[in-house]
């Protein structure tokens, strides 16, 4: 019987264990997606205490712990930090089978060197131990991310951010890591939200002009683009429950803009056509521009109303989606690359049904002399897991090429996710292991291994070409 979480965690066979320690172990990390604070990072904030570390606003937690019977204060709620710690730690044992329980511990290993199964008897040892070590340089975010060997980092930014975080960062002499932003337009986008009207009413402020028409909506947005762009940001990012796909006119457009600004009633054909229309030329900016559009599909948010009236969005009440997405997707894709405006583009689908879907479609638009301009993106959200993991990049080799792949990032508000990136990597070596001992691959270490390093950082690094 093996060991609980070796050296050799998750790797089932001699060609695996030597791809990921002689290749993949020590490659540095290109987190081109993450939810990270650049207002942390530039005040490079000491904590008071592991749960500010570890459990604020990590939603994954948060659910097992509604799964485990926890009450709301001990998770969001205002029960003393300790308790929390506490509670946590008592859910732990109950999370086998489920990620939690190897994140939980690799990050107290890797991090911390605590090599304590974390349950509620060994709960005060940990939180001791763990406190300790946060009193020192190490644990701010600029020397947990230098300890994970981070190059780059995207956040994900709105529109309307002044970005001052980032450029404060970039003044920093001792901290290399390249922080850029990333546009996430959501709230411009969703005309049909309670939001929309007053992020347009402020986005018209910034750009001190009246937005009074379509075109003049499209103007402002491309005015922040502009600004993002000066800013070194090159990616952009959009979440859809749905592919959007309606075609309309301008004066049809002015008019879903128009009640889109005094909160009227829009049907689901005109919000379509505003989408549609908006992200059309979003496209065709970002591929003038150079950028990479990511498209996140699939997310169902905010489906239990009650706890939403309590404590808002993105606090763990939001699941899977079921949609039909090929064929808007297909003619999205196709209205940019018809125009030849069709940018780099990364698929992520929240729905495991759709995962030859998004793979067999990112075949359809490659070219252009970049390889894997249309990337079937990393398992997300609900599918950052072993099985998800695999199938993800099963399904990309069977009708693409994983050799392309741009690999795993991080998705996390948390410094310490970064050891998801060293369980990502476990996984593909054990995929290409398994694969070169039943002779499917040649076993060619110096080849195999080009590949582990070449997904595990380097392919990343030359398709969005930031660093």
Known sequence: MRKFMDENFLLLSETAIRLYHDYAKDMPIYDYHCHLSPKEIWENKQYNNITELWLYGDHYKWRAMRANGIEEKYITGNGDDFEKFKKWASTVPYTIGNPLYHWTH?????????????????????W???????????????????????????????????????????????????????????????????????????LEEIVGKEINSFDEYLAALEERINYFHQRGCRLSDHGFEYVPYQEADSKKLDEILRKGRNQEDISLEEEDAFKTAVMVFLGKLYAKLGWTMQLHIGAMRNNNTRMFRQIGPDTGFDSIHDHNIAYNLSRFLDALDVENALP?????????????????????????????????????????????????MKVLANVGLLTRFIGML??????????????????????????????????????????????????????????
Not at 115 to 126: C, F, K, S
Not at 175 to 197: A, E, H, L, Q, S
Not at 380 to 390: A, I, L, S, T, V
Request: proline share 3%; glycine share 6%.
């Open 344 to 392: 780099r583009t990364i698929l992520y689908t929240l729905n495991p049904k759709d995962n030859y879907v998004l793979a067999s479609m990112a075949g359809n638009f490659q070219g252009d002399g970049i390889p894997g301009k249309i990337q079937f993106g990393s398992a997300w959200w609900f599918n950052d897991q072993k099985d998800g993991m695999e199938e993800q």
């Open 128 to 202: 001791n131990k763990a406190n300790e070590m946060l009193k020192t340089e190490d644990f701010t975010p600029r020397g947990l991310i230098k300890k994970s060997n981070v190059k780059l980092i995207g956040t994900t930014d709105d529109p309307l951010d002044d970005l001052k975080y980032h450029e404060k960062i970039q003044t920093l002499d001792d901290f290399d890591v390249k922080v850029v932003p990333t546009f996430r337009p959501d709230k411009g986008v969703d005309i049909n939200k309670d939001t929309f009207k007053d992020w347009v009413d402020r």
């Open 106 to 126: 690799l990050e107290l290993r890797r991090y911390f060197g605590i090599y304590e199964l974390l349950n509620e008897d060994t709960a005060e040892v940990v």
């Open 410 to 467: 991080t998705d996390s508000r948390s410094f310490l996710s970064y050891t998801r990136h060293e369980y990502f990597r476990r996984i593909l070596c054990n995929i290409i292991g398994e694969w070169a001992e039943n002779g499917e691959v040649p076993k060619d270490m110096n080849f195999l291994g080009k590949i582990i390093q070449d997904i595990c950082f380097n392919n990343a690094k030359n398709y969005f070409q930031i660093i």
